[in-house]
């Protein structure tokens, strides 16, 4: 059975890191494309953080934070990442990882797994 699961979250200052982590098991890991969303407290949409495409690496940011995060995955070890640089209390989220196979883009629908989501909250 395909499944994510995300750590790493937690209580961290503006200015400050985190990373993210996303074990896949169940999976060719190797055909999905993973990506990050969010889930602002109040809203209902997900928002489109970051993903690492399944045939090259190649990495794509929403424009909020580019620069700032970076994204990759470990085929090996079948897992994903977010790094998080220079946090913002804006950034503060329920994030999730997903994975999507075959696809490259932004697009929430298109990914057909998701974890449970992870808690990050900047403090100001």
């Known amino acids: 059975q395909e499944k994510l699961v995300e750590s790493g979250g937690g209580l961290v200052e503006a200015g400050g890191s985190l990373r993210l982590s996303c074990q896949a098991s169940?999976?060719?890991?190797?055909?999905?494309?993973m990506g990050w969303f969010r889930r602002v407290a109040g809203k209902e949409e997900r928002e489109f953080v970051a993903n690492v495409d399944y045939s090259d690496d190649e990495t794509k940011y929403a424009d909020s934070v580019k620069g700032r995060f970076v994204a990759s995955r470990d085929i090996a070890k079948n897992m994903a990442y977010l790094e998080m640089n220079s946090l913002k209390p804006e950034d503060s989220a329920h994030y999730y990882c997903?994975?999507?196979?075959?696809?490259?883009?932004?697009?929430?629908?298109?990914?057909?797994?998701w974890g449970q989501g992870t808690q990050v909250t900047v403090s100001s």
């Open positions: 169940g999976m060719y890991f190797s055909k999905y494309t």
């Open positions: 997903a994975a999507s196979p075959y696809y490259s883009g932004r697009e929430v629908r298109r990914y057909n797994i």
